[in-house]
């Protein structure tokens, strides 16, 4: 390892425990640890939105997907950019006039019922223990590979680094963490991007001239079918994208962390201009890589070709610029890591031991003290997983998360705002059918079972070809929300016309009162 | 919330304002204007890969090398970008809606 690249890292450590350090003494209450006190102007929290958004997997996921497999790998771009509309669209206000820090706040707003919390707690723990666990499990492979130290101690390091933000400093830190990445990461695509161009002469029609003959695939790199053959299973895929995000409990919580409406509209507008053009650039990133790294040397780095950016920023911009986007790509997983836990933690100490032990008689010191101890758990939790799963392959516990937030998370966040006759027991039955049959749909796909041995977790024939089960356990979730709702006889309008009322107008008594 | 209409006493009658023509009026058209839009930038998306799987019209090439695929998702980045503006426009004007009936509300005897 160079200097150069020690360098970087210790800075990016330095800069983030200032931070930190800054922000722990600006959180005493529940609502600084979880929302940052619902302090952040709209510029800052969207920055923090894109921290949160653009994970490791969307920097050195999606770069090393379109290196590797042209257009194909450029469908994660697509799906996660207009996923965002269905946040904007449909759940971000509503959740934010009816919320107060978790999703469970959210529907218990309807249903002030333990079961109904207990689940949406449940349903969220889970998502993030298995978003977290990839995350850790990727982090610790990219920092082995980087720094050249154990997978173990890499791992220790990360989760060290997130428990520290999130215990000293909660969302205050955390969102600062997330601002600072997303202003490196984009500076470091930008550059990289620039780079990529300017070897093609600034012509975009150039490079795909050229790409035509960069990779061994041909003309079929620029087209759709290298990767994805199966109709079903893109679509599937493409489902899980645009649906799933909008159920994911880390992003959810971003829109509690501003003052009002308003801020959060603006802060939705920085965030869709700052990830939408990170976006664009993937296809910079991939086709810089497979152009001038090439797809042998991508894939002895790395098999799943996440060291396809930083071995682009080698080849075009040297020692120095590779250890800056390797310090980047470090700083985008303790962000991304950090919004998890926090998350994680909200629904444990908030939802099932604040709301649900204590029934919400808790002081705030208390509130306070809970959430740390929370955070500790979670983090715990995820990095003994971590280390358990070193030689599992981790990528279907991404697809698992994203179908269970879609499957579980979505139809009762729709049916809760938007459906007069919902009740407990549809909402209840929403998200046990949409987690249950997540869960069920990926542990008998091909993720798990692959009659090659090495492949898969198991030897075998899987039982459904779909690598991300979507396309059926989504429409499932809504079912089952359906049917458990007209089995129920019980309704209460007059709750719902009040939801209806505070989600659409924004009203409550803090806004009036003065 | 309960705990919220505790705090100083006061209770809002939410069936008085969801009983509101205007109340009524503007739910009916945000949610038209939400879910019309939804359906058409989710079937914008979900036209890509049922177009790319079974069928070949999106491998032609459009300008130069650039096939039109790559026009496409282009031309969902831009609808994304510009459906969010629309958004938060449209937004804003609910929001004056808003405060008038709440304003309504309070006008006609009901207290905050």
């Not at chain 1, 003052?259 to 965030?271: E, L």
Request: hydrophobic share 55%.
């Amino acid at each position: 390892m160079s200097f150069t690249a020690i360098f970087f890292f210790v800075a990016i450590v330095g800069l983030t425990l200032v931070i930190t350090w800054w922000a722990s003494k600006r959180t005493s209450s529940a609502s600084d640890f979880y929302t940052a006190g619902g302090g952040l102007t709209g510029w800052q929290n969207g920055l923090a939105i894109a921290g949160d958004y653009l994970s490791a997997a969307s920097f050195l996921g999606i770069a090393g997907a379109v290196a590797l497999f042209g257009f194909d790998g450029f469908f994660f771009s697509i799906g996660y950019l207009v996923a965002y509309l269905v946040v904007l669209y449909i759940v971000a206000e509503p959740l934010r006039n009816l919320g107060k820090f978790t999703l469970a706040d959210m529907i218990t707003a309807r249903f002030n019922n333990a079961k109904v919390r207990g689940t949406a707690a449940l349903s969220t723990i889970t998502i993030v223990l298995f978003y977290m666990i990839a995350q850790l499990v990727g982090a610790g492979a990219l920092i082995q590979l980087l720094l050249g130290i154990d997978y173990w101690i890499a791992v220790l390091i990360v989760g060290f680094m997130m428990t520290t933000y999130v215990l000293f400093g909660g969302m205050t830190a955390t969102s600062w963490v997330q601002i600072i990445k997303a202003c490196l990461l984009m500076l470091g695509t930008v550059i990289i991007s620039f780079l990529v161009l300017k070897e093609f002469g600034f012509s975009i029609s150039t490079m795909f001239k050229e790409m035509t003959t960069a990779t061994d695939s041909g003309a079929a790199y620029l087209n759709p079918g290298l990767k994805y053959t199966d109709g079903l299973d893109t679509i599937s895929m493409l489902i899980a994208l645009v649906l799933g995000t909008a159920g994911l409990p880390h992003i959810l919580m971003r829109f509690f962390t501003v003052k009002d409406a308003q801020t959060a509209r603006s802060s939705v507008i920085w965030a869709t201009w700052i990830v939408g053009i990170f976006y664009v650039l993937t296809i910079f990133l991939g086709f810089g890589a497979a152009a001038f790294v090439g797809k042998e040397d991508i894939i002895a780095a790395n098999a799943a070709g996440n060291m396809a950016a930083p071995l682009l920023a080698e080849a075009l911009g040297g020692d120095i610029l590779f250890s800056f986007v390797c310090a980047v790509a470090f700083a985008t997983i303790l962000a991304v890591v950090a919004g998890l836990v926090l998350s994680g933690a909200s629904a444990l100490s908030h939802d099932i031991y604040g709301q649900i032990i204590k029934k919400g008689k808790i002081t705030e010191k208390e509130q306070v003290l809970a959430a740390r101890i929370g955070s500790i758990t979670i983090a715990v939790i995820s990095i003994l997983l971590a280390l358990g799963a070193q030689t599992l392959n981790v990528a279907f516990l991404v697809s698992l998360a994203f179908c269970i937030a879609g499957s579980a998370n979505l139809p009762v966040i729709i049916y809760t705002i938007y459906w007069k006759r919902f009740n407990t027991a549809g909402a209840v039955t929403a998200m046990l059918t949409g987690l249950i049959s997540a869960l069920v749909l990926v542990a008998i796909s091909p993720n798990v079972w692959n009659p090659v041995e090495g492949k898969a977790i198991f030897v075998g024939e899987p039982l459904i070809m779909l690598t991300n089960p979507a396309l059926i356990s989504v429409p499932l979730g809504f079912l089952g929300g359906f049917i458990g709702t007209l089995l129920s006889k019980e309704s209460d309008e007059s709750k719902y016309r009040e939801v209806d009322v505070k989600a659409n107008t924004g009203i409550s008594v803090q806004d009036v009162s003065h | 919330m309960a705990n919220n209409q505790a705090k100083k006493g006061v209770v809002i009658d939410y069936d008085a304002i969801a009983n509101q023509e205007s109340f009524k009026a503007l739910v009916r058209r945000k949610n038209s204007f939400l879910w019309s839009i939804t359906a058409i930038f989710l079937l914008a998306y979900m036209m890509l890969p049922i177009l790319t799987s079974y069928t070949e019209i999106l491998h032609q090439k459009a300008f130069g090398e650039i096939t039109w695929v790559w026009i496409y998702s282009a031309g969902l980045f831009i609808m994304t970008w510009g459906l969010c503006h629309l958004y938060v426009a449209k937004a804003n004007s609910f929001d004056k809606e808003a405060k008038a009936i709440i304003a309504e509300y309070e006008n006609g005897g009901g207290r905050l």
